[in-house]
């Protein structure tokens, strides 16, 4: 069964940084894509960083040169490293293995909430 535990979030001022983590299992991580989504108030689910399991990287144009995605395939973790947080980064942060520019599975974990204060 595959499961996802996100972590890392929580309350940081604009210009902050924070650290996620995702703890996959229950498929082949190191052979597939991953991907991070957050889902804000009223918005639909959306990638914002995907990185291939060759380990080249992909992002959203409204987190690019700000946030980075990595993996430790040993450990089944995939990583997004926030720096020069905006308010418009609030979101519930979730993970996911990536099919192009959307998840693969349907089974999400609990999330983490980060919270960009003004």
């Known amino acids: 069964q595959v499961h996802f535990v996100e972590s890392g979030g929580g309350l940081v001022q604009a210009g902050g940084s924070l650290r996620l983590s995702c703890a996959a299992s229950g498929f082949t991580f190191s052979i597939n894509s991953m991907g991070w989504f957050r889902q804000a108030p009223g918005k639909q689910r959306e990638l914002v960083a995907r990185i291939r399991a060759s380990g080249s990287t992909n992002y959203a144009d409204s987190v690019q040169g700000r946030f980075t995605i990595s993996r430790d395939n040993a450990k089944n973790t995939v990583y997004l490293q926030m720096d020069s947080l905006k308010p418009e980064d609030t979101a519930v942060y979730y993970c996911?293995?990536?099919?192009?520019?959307?998840?693969?599975?349907?089974?999400w974990g609990q999330g983490t909430q980060v919270t960009v204060s003004s």
């Open positions: 996911n293995a990536a099919t192009g520019w959307t998840y693969h599975y349907d089974s």
